[in-house]
C-alpha cells in the first residue's frame, strides 16, 4: 500500500506533468536512480522476532508479502491516487480484477446494484450473471438521465455502477447529480475512467466513491503489460478494497508495477497526441458521404457536447461510427482494406486499432453495425489516408 511512501512528499502541489515524473518517488533513498528499482521479491525479512510480531499488528516498517504489498507497486499507487485526486490507490493484476474487487466490496448476499447498461460488457456480465450465484441482483438502465439510475433504485441497493464515456457508443453520464443523489441515499458510487484517464477527468471530483481502472490501456499505454486500478478517499472503502485485493489475490506483479509508472510519465503528451488525430478522424468521417454517423464526444454534433464539455478537460482517441451500408459485408470489407490500423481487440496502446461488429449497443431496439477504432500515436497524415483509402469504391 501507498503509506509506506512519505506522506509530506514536496511535489504534492505540482501539475499533472511534473507529479507523472516525480511524484511518490525517493531517489535519494535508492543510490539516486532515476527509474525507480524493481523490488522483484515475494517476501520481505525482518531484523528480530520482536518486529516480526509487530507486523500482525500492521505496525510495522516493513514489507511483508508482494500479495500484500511491494515498494515498487507503492510509488505506483501514491502516484495514481494523486493523479486521480485520491487519498489512495490499489494495484491490481487486471483491469477486471480491480472491477470485480472494487465491486465486491460494496455488497453482500440480498444486495442489488443499479449498472449503466452500456457498461464494459465483462462487467455487464459479472453483474448480470455470475454475482446472481451470490443473491446479488443488477438493474440495468440507460442511464444519460439522473432520473433513469434513481428510478432503479431499491430499498437495497448498495452500488451504482458506471462508466462514462458509455462502452463504445461514447454517451455522457451526468456524473455530478447522480454521484450526489446516490451519496444522499448512503449508496456506493462506483466509476469506470479507462477511457478518460485523470489527464481528461477525475470522477472523484465530482461525488464518485470509487475510481476504477483498466491500466491496460491509456495508463500503460504501450500494449505491454495488463493490469487495473482502484482508486478513492474513503478509508473504510480502502480497507474492503484491500481485503478483496488480498483475499482473491489478482495482486499487481511489481514488474507490471515498473511498467505502468514508465508509461505515466508520457501520459500528458500521449494523451494530447492520442486527442489531436482522434479528432481529427473523427471529423474527416463525420463528412464523409459513406458515414451515417460518428460516436465521439469531442465532435460538436455529439448530441451531449457541451455536457462533455462540462466534465471532460479533453477526449481520448477511441470511438465508432456507422456507415450507411449497414450489411456486414460494408463493415468487413472497411476493416479487411484498412493497412496501418490492425484488428485487434483492446485499446490504449501507441498502435492504431479497429474492430467491428454489432455488439456495442445494448439498449438499442436494432443491432446496429459499428466500427470502432482506437487512434494510435502514428503519423496522424498516414492515419487519415489509411481511413480515407479503406472507404474508397
Ligand atoms: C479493457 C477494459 C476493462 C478491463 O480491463 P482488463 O485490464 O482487460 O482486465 C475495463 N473497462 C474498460 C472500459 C475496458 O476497456
Known amino acids: 500500500m501507498a503509506e509506506h511512501v512519505a506522506k509530506n512528499d514536496p511535489l504534492t502541489s505540482g501539475g499533472f506533468e511534473t507529479q507523472c515524473a516525480h511524484y ?37 516498517p516493513y514489507y511483508d508479502y508482494t500479495r500484500v504489498g511491494n515498494p515498487t507497486t507503492a510509488v505506483l499507487e501514491a502516484k495514481l491516487a494523486v493523479l486521480e485526486h485520491g487519498t489512495w490507490a490499489r494495484g491490481f493484476a487486471s483491469g477486471m480484477g480491480a472491477i470485480t474487487a472494487a465491486i465486491n466490496a ?92 485523470p489527464y481528461f477527468q477525475c470522477p472523484l471530483d465530482f461525488g464518485v466513491d470509487l475510481v476504477v481502472h483498466s491500466a491496460t490501456k491509456y495508463i500503460g499505454g504501450h ?80 448530441p451531449q457536447h457541451t455536457l462533455a464539455r462540462t466534465q471532460l478537460r479533453g477526449f481520448a482517441s477511441l470511438f ?9 459485408e460494408a463493415t468487413h470489407r472497411f476493416l479487411n482494406r484498412l493497412r496501418l490500423f490492425s484488428l485487434a481487440v483492446s485499446w490504449g496502446g501507441y498502435e492504431s486499432l479497429a474492430t467491428g461488429g454489432t455488439f456495442f449497443d445494448r439498449h438499442a431496439s436494432g443491432a446496429r453495425w459499428l466500427i470502432r477504432l482506437h487512434v494510435g500515436l502514428e503519423t496522424t497524415a498516414d492515419l487519415l489516408n489509411d481511413v480515407r483509402q479503406a472507404l474508397e469504391d
Open 223 to 302: 500494449s505491454d503489460v495488463v493490469a487495473g486500478m482502484v482508486v478513492g478517499r474513503d478509508e473504510e472503502l480502502r480497507r474492503r478494497v484491500c481485503r478483496e485485493a488480498e483475499l482473491h489475490g489478482a495482486t499487481l506483479d511489481p514488474f507490471a508495477a515498473w511498467l505502468l509508472l514508465r508509461g505515466l510519465r508520457t501520459l500528458a503528451v500521449r494523451m494530447e497526441q492520442h486527442q489531436r488525430s482522434g479528432l481529427e478522424i473523427a471529423r474527416f468521417l463525420a463528412r464523409h458521404p459513406k458515414v451515417a454517423q460518428v460516436y465521439h464526444p469531442g465532435l460538436e454534433s455529439h
Open 24 to 60: 511518490g518517488e525517493h531517489r535519494l533513498a535508492h543510490g539516486g536512480a532515476v527509474a525507480p528499482p524493481l523490488y522483484q521479491t515475494s517476501n520481505f525479512v525482518y531484523p528480530d522476532a520482536e518486529a516480526f510480531e509487530r507486523r500482525l499488528l500492521r505496525q510495522s
Open 320 to 328: 465508432s461510427f456507422a456507415l450507411h451500408d449497414q450489411s456486414r
Open 106 to 197: 460494496c455488497v453482500e448476499s440480498g444486495a442489488h446494484v443499479v449498472a449503466v447498461a452500456n457498461c464494459y460488457p465483462p462487467t455487464h456480465e459479472y453483474l448480470e450473471q455470475y454475482l446472481t450465484r451470490f443473491g446479488v441482483t443488477t438493474t440495468f438502465v440507460h442511464g444519460t438521465q439522473p432520473s433513469d439510475l434513481l428510478a432503479a433504485v431499491q430499498d437495497n441497493t448498495r452500488l451504482i455502477y458506471l462508466e462514462s464515456p458509455t462502452f463504445g457508443l461514447n454517451e455522457i453520464l451526468p456524473i455530478e447529480p447522480i454521484a450526489s443523489a446516490a451519496r444522499q441515499r448512503g449508496i456506493v458510487t462506483v466509476f469506470d475512467n479507462s477511457w478518460a484517464t
